[in-house]
C-alpha cells in the first residue's frame, strides 16, 4: 500500500491536524517519525475534559502548553490562531484556567472559544488585548459589565460574537465596528448594540425580560428571535421596524402579532412549544403579515394557529408544516373549516408545500366541498407530505385537486413511502 499523506508538504500535514483536537493530533503525531514534533508547529490547540479524569486533563493541558513554549523557542512556530477550552466537568481550578487564557491571548489568535460548566467560572477581570481576534465563543461564562466591556474593547477587529448561557452581567453593551455576527442566548437587564456592520443577529432570552437597543444596526439583514416575550419586551417590535434594509427574519416561539417590513424576502415562523390551552395560545400567536416584497415564507406550527393574515402578493413559495395529531382536539367538520380558512391566505403564493402528519390532515369532507370554495384556486405546484404511511392515495388526490383546483403539478409523498407522483 503506498503512503501517500506522509508524502504531501508539511503545510498541508499542518493543516489537518489544525481541524482535529490536540489529543488525537499527538496521537497521530507518534505514527511517523516525520510527524513526532510537527504538533508543536499545528497553528490550533483544541481541549476536551471528555472521558478524562480532572487531574489528567489539568496535567495534559499544562504539559501540552509547556512543550508548545519550549518548541517555540526551538522550531519555526508561526503561533496559534485558534484556542478551544471545553469542559464539562468543571471543578472551580480558576487558576490553571486563568493561565492558560494567559498564553492563548500571547499569540496572534484569531478565534477563541471557551465553554465551562457545571461549575462558575468567572473571566479575570485584567485587560484582554487580543487585535488579531476575529471570532469570540463564550458559553458558560460569568461576565461582568466592566470585563466584558473590557474584552470587546480589546478585540478591535472581532467579526463573529457567540454569548451562549453566559451571566453576571447586567447591562450588556456590545460595541464593534467590525462586527457582522452575534449570537446571544441569555438574559440581561440591557442589550445595546452598537455595531454598524452588523449583518446577522441571534436573540434568545429564554423568554426573560429585558430591553433591547439596535438602532445603530442599520445594516442588519438577517434577525432571529427565538424564545423572545413580546410582552415583558414591548419594544422589540418597534426596534425591528427601525431595521429598514432587513432581508430575512425568523421568529421561534415568540408572540410577535403583527410584522411588516417593505424588503422583507424571507420569512420563517415556527411555534414548537405545545400548549395545554391551545385556543389561549391560538389568540396569542395570530399574525398579522404584511410584506409586499417577500418571496420565501415557511411556517411550522405544532399548535395548529388559525389565523396568518398574509399580504404578500409576490410569494414565490410557502413552506407550511402542520405536525398536529388531532390528540388535544378532534379532526371534525369545525377543524376542516378552520383549515380551509387557514389555507386560504396563503394563496398568493405561487407554490404551496404542506407536511402534515397524516392524509386525514386534508381529506376535507365531500359535504364541505359542495359549499366551501376552494382555498388555494391560485397555486401553480403544489406539493404535500405526510408523517405518516399513505392508507388512501386517491382519495387524498382527489381532496388536493379540489384544495388546488388549478395546479399544474401535485406531489404526494410521505416519509414513510417514496414519492407517488
Same mark, same amino acid.
Given at each position: 500500500?503506498?503512503?501517500?499523506?506522509?508524502?504531501?508538504?508539511?503545510?498541508?500535514?499542518?493543516?489537518?491536524?489544525? =481541524?482535529?483536537?490536540?489529543?488525537?493530533?499527538?496521537?497521530?503525531?507518534? !505514527?511517523?517519525?516525520?510527524?513526532?514534533?510537527?504538533?508543536?508547529?499545528?497553528?490550533?490547540?483544541?481541549?476536551?475534559?471528555?472521558?478524562?479524569?480532572?487531574?489528567?486533563?489539568?496535567?495534559?493541558?499544562?504539559?501540552? =502548553?509547556?512543550?508548545? &513554549?519550549?518548541?517555540?523557542?526551538?522550531?519555526?512556530? +508561526?503561533?496559534?490562531?485558534?484556542? /478551544?477550552?471545553?469542559?464539562?466537568?468543571?471543578?472551580?481550578?480558576?487558576?490553571?484556567? %486563568?493561565?492558560?487564557?494567559?498564553?492563548?491571548?500571547?499569540?496572534?489568535?484569531?478565534?477563541?472559544? +471557551?465553554?465551562?460548566?457545571?461549575?462558575?467560572?468567572?473571566?479575570?477581570?485584567?485587560?484582554?488585548?487580543?487585535?488579531?481576534?476575529?471570532?469570540?465563543?463564550?458559553?458558560?461564562?460569568?461576565?461582568?459589565?466592566?470585563?466584558?466591556?473590557?474584552?470587546? &474593547?480589546?478585540?478591535?477587529?472581532?467579526?463573529?460574537?457567540?454569548?451562549?448561557?453566559?451571566?453576571?452581567?447586567?447591562?450588556?453593551?456590545?460595541?464593534?465596528?467590525?462586527?457582522?455576527?452575534?449570537?446571544?442566548?441569555?438574559?440581561?437587564?440591557? !442589550?445595546?448594540?452598537?455595531?454598524?456592520?452588523?449583518?446577522?443577529?441571534?436573540?434568545?432570552?429564554?423568554?426573560?425580560? @429585558?430591553?433591547?437597543? =439596535?438602532?445603530?444596526?442599520?445594516?442588519?439583514?438577517?434577525?432571529?428571535?427565538?424564545?423572545?416575550?413580546?410582552?415583558?419586551?414591548?419594544?422589540?417590535?418597534?426596534?425591528? *421596524?427601525?431595521?429598514?434594509?432587513?432581508?430575512?427574519?425568523?421568529?421561534?416561539? @415568540?408572540?410577535?402579532?403583527? !410584522?411588516?417590513?417593505?424588503?422583507?424576502?424571507?420569512?420563517?415562523?415556527?411555534?414548537?412549544?405545545?400548549?395545554?390551552?391551545?385556543?389561549?395560545?391560538?389568540?396569542?400567536?395570530?399574525?398579522?403579515?404584511?410584506?409586499?416584497?417577500?418571496? *420565501?415564507?415557511?411556517?411550522?406550527?405544532?399548535?395548529?394557529?388559525?389565523?396568518?393574515?398574509?399580504?404578500?402578493?409576490?410569494?414565490?413559495?410557502?413552506?407550511?408544516?402542520?405536525?398536529?395529531?388531532?390528540?388535544?382536539?378532534?379532526?371534525? &367538520?369545525?377543524?376542516?373549516?378552520?383549515?380551509?380558512?387557514?389555507?386560504?391566505?396563503?394563496?398568493?403564493?405561487?407554490?404551496?408545500?404542506?407536511?402534515?402528519?397524516?392524509?386525514?390532515?386534508?381529506?376535507?369532507?365531500?359535504?364541505?366541498?359542495?359549499?366551501?370554495? *376552494?382555498?388555494?384556486?391560485?397555486? /401553480?405546484?403544489?406539493?404535500?407530505?405526510?408523517?405518516?404511511?399513505?392508507?388512501?392515495?386517491?382519495?387524498?388526490? %382527489?381532496?388536493?385537486?379540489?384544495?388546488?383546483?388549478?395546479?399544474?403539478?401535485?406531489?404526494?409523498?410521505?416519509?414513510?413511502?417514496?414519492?407517488?407522483?
Amino acid at each position: 500500500m503506498i503512503d501517500r499523506i506522509s508524502n504531501l508538504p508539511h503545510s498541508i500535514i499542518l493543516h489537518i491536524f489544525s =481541524l482535529l483536537p490536540t489529543v488525537d493530533v499527538i496521537r497521530t503525531s507518534l !505514527i511517523s517519525k516525520r510527524w513526532r514534533h510537527l504538533w508543536n508547529s499545528v497553528p490550533a490547540l483544541e481541549f476536551c475534559d471528555v472521558g478524562l479524569e480532572e487531574q489528567k486533563f489539568y496535567n495534559f493541558v499544562n504539559k501540552c =502548553l509547556e512543550n508548545r &513554549m519550549i518548541g517555540k523557542r526551538r522550531l519555526n512556530d +508561526l503561533g496559534i490562531n485558534r484556542f /478551544k477550552i471545553e469542559m464539562r466537568c468543571y471543578g472551580g481550578r480558576s487558576v490553571d484556567v %486563568d493561565r492558560w487564557l494567559s498564553f492563548a491571548v500571547q499569540q496572534l489568535l484569531e478565534e477563541l472559544d +471557551l465553554r465551562i460548566q457545571p461549575k462558575t467560572f468567572c473571566m479575570p477581570s485584567f485587560y484582554y488585548c487580543i487585535p488579531s481576534l476575529t471570532v469570540l465563543k463564550l458559553d458558560g461564562i460569568e461576565l461582568a459589565d466592566e470585563v466584558f466591556h473590557n474584552l470587546i &474593547m480589546g478585540c478591535p477587529s472581532l467579526e463573529k460574537l457567540f454569548l451562549h448561557y453566559c451571566f453576571g452581567f447586567c447591562d450588556l453593551k456590545v460595541s464593534s465596528l467590525n462586527l457582522k455576527s452575534f449570537e446571544l442566548i441569555g438574559v440581561a437587564d440591557s !442589550i445595546l448594540v452598537e455595531a454598524v456592520n452588523l449583518q446577522s443577529f441571534l436573540l434568545d432570552t429564554r423568554g426573560g425580560d @429585558c430591553d433591547l437597543n =439596535l438602532v445603530s444596526c442599520g445594516n442588519l439583514r438577517n434577525l432571529t428571535l427565538n424564545c423572545v416575550d413580546f410582552f415583558h419586551i414591548p419594544n422589540v417590535e418597534d426596534v425591528i *421596524s427601525e431595521l429598514l434594509i432587513l432581508e430575512s427574519l425568523t421568529v421561534v416561539d @415568540c408572540n410577535i402579532r403583527f !410584522i411588516q417590513y417593505q424588503y422583507l424576502k424571507v420569512l420563517v415562523l415556527k411555534t414548537t412549544i405545545i400548549e395545554d390551552d391551545a385556543d389561549e395560545w391560538n389568540h396569542k400567536m395570530e399574525i398579522t403579515v404584511d410584506t409586499p416584497n417577500l418571496v *420565501s415564507l415557511h411556517y411550522e406550527d405544532v399548535n395548529f394557529t388559525r389565523k396568518v393574515l398574509l399580504n404578500s402578493p409576490n410569494l414565490e413559495e410557502a413552506n407550511i408544516k402542520l405536525d398536529y395529531n388531532g390528540v388535544r382536539k378532534k379532526i371534525d &367538520m369545525n377543524w376542516y373549516v378552520d383549515m380551509i380558512d387557514f389555507l386560504s391566505y396563503f394563496d398568493c403564493a405561487k407554490v404551496v408545500s404542506l407536511f402534515v402528519y397524516s392524509e386525514e390532515n386534508l381529506m376535507f369532507p365531500k359535504k364541505l366541498r359542495k359549499f366551501c370554495r *376552494s382555498p388555494l384556486p391560485n397555486v /401553480k405546484h403544489l406539493k404535500v407530505e405526510t408523517r405518516c404511511e399513505l392508507k388512501s392515495e386517491s382519495l387524498l388526490r %382527489d381532496a388536493l385537486l379540489w384544495l388546488s383546483p388549478h395546479t399544474q403539478t401535485l406531489s404526494i409523498r410521505s416519509e414513510e413511502n417514496k414519492a407517488l407522483s
